[in-house]
């Protein structure tokens, strides 16, 4: 299900918005809504249910994750890596990574953390979620927890 180019909202915000979603439903995460509606301050947004899901093992691992996710889903759709587009959410991985890497260690741990989103995002139920809620951004220009939620249960069970 491949969006179309002359859609009414951005195809590769929409791959990015729908990533982040994606990987958060993937490990735990509550969506609230998602969102290709540009304001002043960015192209699109992800945003998550507060207080209604456990924290993870590994909260900051999970955020680290959740946050790449945008980039790396962008990334396999166009074919490369927009790291200005990703500038918020790469500023938000490193002021967490500061705290589980040495700064001589930064880059390398930064770059796993990419590998492992990257990896989940491979999963073929994973990406069709991706595909498919990236086409409604692109239709509709946002995208509730609950639709979501909904694409990314059929996707993984069509697997």
Not at 5 to 24: C, S
Not at 61 to 80: K, P, V
Request: with cysteine; aromatic share 6%.
């Amino acid at each position: 299900m491949e969006p179309d180019a002359l859609a009414p909202y951005d195809v590769a915000t929409a791959y990015h918005e729908a990533g982040h979603a994606v990987v958060a439903l993937a490990l735990g995460r509550p969506v609230h809504r998602v969102s290709v509606l540009p304001n002043h301050e960015r192209l699109g947004q992800c945003e998550f249910r507060k207080g209604v899901f456990r924290p993870s093992e590994d909260w900051l691992e999970t955020e680290i994750l959740i946050s790449l996710a945008g980039l790396a889903a962008e990334a396999r759709h166009t074919g490369t890596y927009d790291r200005a587009a990703a500038g918020r959410d790469l500023r938000y991985v490193r002021k967490l990574s500061v705290q589980r890497a040495s700064e001589r260690q930064l880059e390398r741990y930064e770059r796993r953390m990419l590998a492992k989103t990257e990896n989940l995002l491979a999963d073929d139920g994973h990406w069709r979620a991706v595909e498919r809620i990236a086409a409604e951004l692109v239709a509709r220009g946002v995208v509730s927890g609950r639709a979501a939620r909904h694409f990314f249960d059929e996707a993984c069970a069509a697997g």
